[in-house]
């Protein structure tokens, strides 16, 4: 099968999105699929072979943060000549209500089209402005697919569709026995030492770091050796005036870590902790953590009991509640069985989130998808846009 992939957002910053479709693209090439991917991203920028650059992103404040896209009529000619080229038996959008590549891409669209929505947003002001235009673009996609069950709510009840709900996925092989951080995890027994493990931007209230905090404090004192290791963008001195001067000694501030060395800042933790206090539509960082064979604690968010399993895979505390946390970082620590049982748990539910098993299920939807067009050639009244 010949596949076009379109990213809406710029290569040269790592993201979610882009992080997905670049897996997913290696899952298809690793099933014998041609691939190739349209996104933004400069020209002298080092890209993996199976993606095509756009040409260079701007940055656009949207849903609250700033996308780097690539827009309107010189994007528009790009993407019409990717298509025209790629002859591609079925195209696969991702975010197509960006305003970006992914939009455009649809719009000059001459087959069947699928399209992944990763996030569960229902208003902006970017998208109110152009109802008639995504109007257009959501009935010209032929199948839609939700990676989680509140980003596929959201089609059923604000985007008047269904979709196939297949959740991201993660590259189990790249994580798998990997060697932790030297000198991590260290020791743990009863009633002294262990390693704590946070990754994201602690600085950002939903993220939940303040609770891991207090919980590390308060246990702190009665486990010598106890350490955290965190990871992720931010200033080292606003996480370290965080803590008492007395356990400064014992947090350890990694600051951004590649995508290479990710699996192993995870493996370098005897308990990853994901504190989160909401807005999170999966729970990408857990199947991770449990693909490094980390035991993980994690809020009891629907999205996150969904990724364990209801608890079997990992252990879930009341959200926002930092004495439970501490309870159950404390009892983990003290027992390396339960550890054991809940890392085997979280092998194997871990192994349905693996990046083959997840690419089979896109390739079903993309079989159903041109089965759909049955080879029928879409009007192309958009396709001459610039």
């Known amino acids: 099968m010949r596949i076009g992939i379109v990213c809406p957002y710029s290569f040269d910053v790592p993201g979610g999105v882009q992080n997905h479709v670049m897996d997913l693209a ?4 690793g099933l014998g699929h041609e691939v190739s991917v349209l996104a933004p991203a400069d020209e002298d920028s080092t890209l993996p072979p199976y993606v095509v650059s756009a040409g260079r992103a701007v940055p656009l404040p949207y849903n609250g943060s700033v996308a780097r896209i690539a827009f309107g009529p010189v994007s528009t000619a790009r993407v019409r000549r990717w298509i025209t080229r790629g002859e591609f038996d079925v195209l696969h959008v991702h975010e197509p209500l960006t305003p970006s590549l992914s939009m455009l891409a649809v719009l000059c669209a001459r087959g069947p089209v699928v399209a992944t929505f990763h996030t569960a947003m229902t208003r902006s002001r970017v998208l109110s402005a152009a109802q008639g235009v995504l109007q257009i673009v959501l009935e010209r996609i032929t199948a839609r697919i939700a990676v989680s069950a509140l980003a596929r709510k959201v089609q059923v009840e604000h985007m008047d569709g269904g979709a196939v709900e297949i959740p991201n996925g993660v590259a189990v092989a790249k994580f798998a026995g990997v060697e932790p951080l030297p000198g991590w995890p260290g020791e743990c027994g009863p009633g002294s030492g262990g390693t704590l493990g946070f990754l994201g931007r602690f600085t950002e209230p939903r993220k939940g770091f303040p609770i891991l905090r207090d919980a590390f404090v308060a246990l702190a004192p009665q486990r010598p050796g106890l350490r955290l290791l965190v990871a992720g963008p931010g200033d080292a001195d606003d996480l370290y005036g965080q803590f008492p001067a007395a356990l400064r000694d ?33 729970g990408m960082i857990l199947t991770e953590a449990l693909a490094a064979g980390t035991t993980v604690v994690a809020s009891d968010l629907d999205a996150f009991r969904r990724v364990l399993d209801g608890g079997r895979a990992g252990r879930l505390y009341p959200n926002g509640d930092a004495v439970a946390l501490r309870a159950a970082l404390g009892e983990l620590l003290d027992d390396p069985d339960e550890r054991a049982r809940l890392t085997a748990c979280g092998d194997q539910v871990v192994a349905n989130f693996d990046w083959p098993v997840v690419a089979r299920r896109v390739v079903e939807v993309y079989a159903a998808a041109i089965e759909a067009t049955d080879g029928r050639v879409i009007d192309q009244e958009w396709a001459e846009l610039g």
């Open 26 to 29: 290696e899952a298809l090439l």
């Open 250 to 282: 014992r947090v350890s501030f990694l600051g951004m870590v590649s995508e290479a060395d990710k699996p192993r800042m995870l493996r370098s933790a005897h308990l990853y902790v994901a504190p989160n206090t909401g807005g999170e539509s999966f």
